[in-house]
């Protein structure tokens, strides 16, 4: 369908784009007011930095900045290890601010939210701004946090919105004066257009989203894949996106990693943080009823090298058992090396329902079955008295060493956003 069929077909509607203003570090000031305007940055548990608040980043701090080197040239900025259990409730708090006035809310990421408002100034009695404004005012005076907050027509123009002003911004943009913004847009900010494609576009002369919206739909098909053509309609205020308020329960893949301090080569503790990943990555594979096709360890060192080993599995099961096994060889021969590793971590691949047991003929198809009651049995147990109650002997070590901060695999909280 063309851009005019599509316009006729569809009505007006305003959607509302939310953006916390350097959460982390937001939530790290929330708690504790005393670092409001000094340089804050997130990420010891790491070893780099993860988040930053706008006073570091203002003395050139950037993300990824090794922590060593942070403590060398920036002495005086507060080093804090991440506490993600924390960040998760203020994510949920501050969506639910936002569904006191919307009732189609999409939690994009662990900072960020869509809503549409469409037909909520009658209800509410309220023009959009006022309602943006309310919205605005409620996360700042309840949680203490600051939120960037776009309103327009489509999504990616809300998103834009959101950008524009930052932090603490409110901007509004219509159909009408959008060009005036895209005409300061580069096409690289744009959301959904990775650097692949933004450089591709520069190449053909586009450098802003303005550039972009005035080539021809006919253009668009010729040199960019279907998902393009959606961004440009957005961006010349067309709907096509709509806002998705489920919450994602199918996982194409499930990833467990943890980094600690100090770094170590001791093979069993190595073991033992990949047995509790594995152990953790099962139960929430069960908890979804799902089994991987495919299983992959990793080992990051100190100078952020991956070490890596894939395999892919004949028969799926969501039961720890085997795969701690595959870890523990993998691991007997690795080659010893005065190697420091700072991390660890383990993805299930190629996830499918777990619908059945596929047979074999050395009664793997039995074992698995048995595995799967006792698993049952020990879920239940959890839910009741508390995560890794019940854990085996393999994980223990791992579970007994005291960690700086809290990642994110250990939040039981969907946050695919991280």
């Known amino acids: 369908m063309n851009e005019e069929g599509i316009e006729k077909k569809q009505k007006e509607r305003i959607f509302f784009h939310m953006d916390g203003d350097a959460f982390f570090v937001g939530v790290e000031i929330a708690k504790n007011p005393k670092l409001k305007g000094l340089p804050v940055v997130t990420g010891e548990e790491r070893g780099i930095v993860s988040a930053l608040s706008y006073e570091a980043k203002a003395l050139g701090i950037t993300r990824g900045m090794p922590v060593f080197r942070l403590k060398k ?149 010729r040199n960019l894949s279907a998902p393009y053509e959606t961004i440009w309609y957005e961006l010349r205020g067309i709907r096509i996106m709509s806002i998705n308020p489920e919450l994602k329960i199918i996982y194409s893949s499930i990833q467990k990693t943890r980094s600690f301090h ?34 992959s360890f990793f080992l990051k060192t100190t100078n952020f090298k991956f070490i890596t080993f894939s395999q892919k599995i004949l028969i799926p099961a969501n039961s720890p058992e085997d795969y701690i096994s595959l870890a523990y060889v993998w691991l007997k021969n690795l080659e010893k090396t005065k190697t420091l590793y700072r991390t660890t971590g383990v993805t299930l691949h190629d996830l499918a329902y777990d619908t059945f047991t596929q047979a074999d003929l050395f009664g793997h198809g039995e074992k698995i079955d048995k595995l799967k009651i006792i698993h049952k049995q020990i879920d239940k147990l959890e839910n009741k008295l508390g995560k890794r109650f019940v854990h085996l002997g393999s994980s223990h070590k791992s579970l007994s060493r005291e960690m700086l901060g809290t990642e994110p695999d250990e939040i039981d909280r969907n946050l695919l956003f991280l």
């Open 262 to 295: 100090p770094s170590t080569n001791e093979k069993n503790f190595l073991f033992s943080e990949l047995s509790k990943h594995i152990e953790d990555a099962c139960r929430k594979a069960r908890h979804y009823h799902l089994v991987p096709k495919k299983i």
């Open 73 to 221: 040239e920036f002495p005086n900025v507060i080093i804090l290890a991440g506490d993600y259990k924390s960040y998760a409730e203020y994510s949920s708090r501050m969506f639910e601010i936002v569904r006191r006035y919307a009732d189609d809310v999409e939690e994009y990421s662990i900072d960020e939210c869509f809503a549409d408002l469409t037909g909520l100034d009658s209800t509410l009695y309220m023009s959009y701004l006022q309602i943006a404004q309310r919205i605005k005012k409620e996360v700042n005076s309840e949680l203490g946090l600051s939120v960037s907050v776009g309103l327009a027509p489509t999504k990616v123009l809300a998103k834009v919105a959101s950008k524009w002003v930052k932090p603490d911004g409110l901007t509004e943009i219509r159909k009408e004066n959008a060009p005036n913004f895209l005409s300061k847009t580069p096409i690289e900010k744009i959301w959904g257009l990775g650097l692949q494609t933004s450089t591709f576009l520069k190449i053909k002369k586009v450098f802003t989203a303005l550039d972009f919206i005035n080539k021809d739909l006919s253009w668009v098909k």
